[in-house]
């Protein structure tokens, strides 16, 4: 799935969610948020190869300029 708007790009791509691969791709030149809902079976979530810290069941907020 992909989507552009006001010059941001988003596209979503992987088994999510019957699987467990997810890849979200974000490019834009604007700092903005973006909110994840984390599933309880996730094991982990990487941005950029880093691994990041959550809470099962909630929402990851990540803001920066993509």
Known sequence: ???EF??????????YPYGETGIL???SAEEFTVSL???YYTKKVLLN?????FIK????????KW
Not at 6 to 15: F, M, N, R, V, Y
Not at 49 to 53: A, T, V
Not at 57 to 64: F, P, Q, V
């Open 1 to 3: 799935m992909r989507a």
């Open 6 to 15: 006001a010059g941001t790009l988003l596209e979503i791509s992987g088994e």
């Open 25 to 27: 791709k974000v490019k």
């Open 37 to 39: 809902r984390i599933p």
């Open 49 to 53: 190869g880093e691994e990041l810290s």
């Open 57 to 64: 069941g909630d929402y990851l907020k990540i803001t920066r």
